[in-house]
C-alpha cells in the first residue's frame, strides 16, 4: 500500500525543512499539504465513523472541549489501521527525528492513549490548552503532535481553524484551516498553547474530521517544563480580551498530586493503569 504522496521523500523533506520547524512561532511547528498519497486518504476518509453513533467513544461535553474521541484502534478500518501503524514506524520516527532536532530517541504510542480517530460536531471546540505532557501507560514524556486532517470540501466559513498561540496568551499566531491531506506537526511542552477555540459552524451534515498521533522519549529538556507541573493533565488557557473565554479546568492528576499521599497517590495510579 502506498502511503505517501509519490513525490515525498521523507528524509530528503525532513532535512529541507528542519530549519522552518525549528525556527517557527511561536513554537516549532509546520504545516504540510498534500503529504499523503489521495486515494489512499479518502479510503480512510470512508472508513471514518459517526462518532457519536458508536458505544465506548469518549465524549467531552464541558465549557473548554466540545468534541469526540475514540479509544485506540477500536473502530479503524482496515486502510486506518495500515496508515496508523505506518505513522508509528521506523521511517516516520526518522523523519521526525530529523525535522524536529530532537535529541533524545522518539518513541511512538500503539495504544493511541488520547490520540486516534477525533471528531468535532457543528458547535464543538476544544480551547487552547497545554496537552497533557506524560503517558498514563508508559510514563513517558510526550513531545510531538502530529495531526491528519480528513476533511474534504472544506470552506473558511466552516470554522475549525486549528490555532498557535504565544505563550502569554494575546495573539493567535498561526490559524490552520483543517482541509483535507494536510498535517500538522509540532512540538507539545508544557507552553505550546493551542486548540481550536471557537465553536464549529459548518452544516449540520457535516464534522471536522483528524487523525491524531503523539510521539513521546524518556526525558525532555528542562525548559520544555513548567516546575511544579511536572506531571500534568490538560492546561486551558484563557485568551487575552476574550470575555467569558474559560472555565478553570482542574485535572484529576493536579487534585491527586496536591491532595493524596504519595504512597496512596502510587495505588492508585497503578490501579488506573
Known amino acids: ?13 525532513a532535512s529541507a525543512k528542519k530549519e522552518v520547524y525549528q525556527n517557527a512561532e511561536p513554537f516549532p511547528n509546520i504545516v504540510l499539504p498534500d503529504f499523503f498519497d489521495e486515494d489512499m486518504l479518502s479510503q480512510v476518509l470512508t472508513e471514518f465513523p459517526d462518532l457519536s453513533k458508536q458505544k465506548d467513544v469518549i465524549q467531552y461535553d ?15 478500518g482496515e486502510t486506518t ?16 527525528q530529523e525535522l524536529t532536532g530532537i535529541e533524545e530517541t522518539l518513541i511512538p504510542d500503539p495504544y493511541f492513549e488520547g490520540g486516534g ?4 460536531k457543528p458547535g464543538g471546540l476544544l480551547k487552547i490548552h497545554a496537552d497533557f505532557n506524560t503517558n498514563v501507560m508508559t510514563k513517558l514524556d510526550r513531545r510531538i503532535n502530529l495531526l491528519v486532517y480528513l476533511n474534504k470540501d472544506w470552506q473558511e466559513s466552516y470554522g475549525g481553524h486549528f490555532e498557535l498561540w504565544d505563550r502569554d496568551m494575546t495573539t493567535s499566531r498561526k490559524k490552520i484551516l483543517p482541509v483535507f491531506n494536510t498535517i500538522a506537526i509540532f512540538s507539545t511542552t508544557d507552553f505550546s498553547y493551542h486548540g481550536h477555540p471557537n465553536p464549529l459552524t459548518c452544516p449540520p451534515d457535516r464534522s471536522r474530521k483528524s487523525l491524531a498521533l503523539y510521539y513521546y522519549s524518556n526525558g525532555r529538556p528542562a525548559h520544555e517544563v513548567n516546575e511544579g507541573l511536572e506531571e500534568h493533565g490538560t492546561l486551558f488557557k484563557k485568551r487575552t480580551g476574550v470575555d467569558a473565554d474559560l472555565k478553570e479546568h482542574v ?23
Not at 117 to 120: A, K, R
Request: charged letters at 25%; hydrophobic letters at 45%.
Open 81 to 96: 489501521r495500515s496508515l496508523a501503524h505506518f505513522l508509528n514506524s521506523q521511517p516516520i520516527l526518522e523523519f521526525l
Open 117 to 120: 480517530y477525533h471528531e468535532i
Open 251 to 273: 485535572s484529576w492528576r493536579s487534585v491527586l498530586r496536591d491532595c493524596v499521599p504519595p504512597v496512596i497517590l502510587n495505588n492508585v495510579k497503578k490501579i488506573i493503569r
Open 62 to 76: 464541558n465549557a473548554n472541549e466540545k468534541k469526540l474521541a475514540a479509544k485506540g484502534e477500536s473502530y479503524f
Open 1 to 13: 500500500m502506498h502511503f505517501l504522496n509519490s513525490k515525498i521523500d521523507l528524509l530528503r523533506l
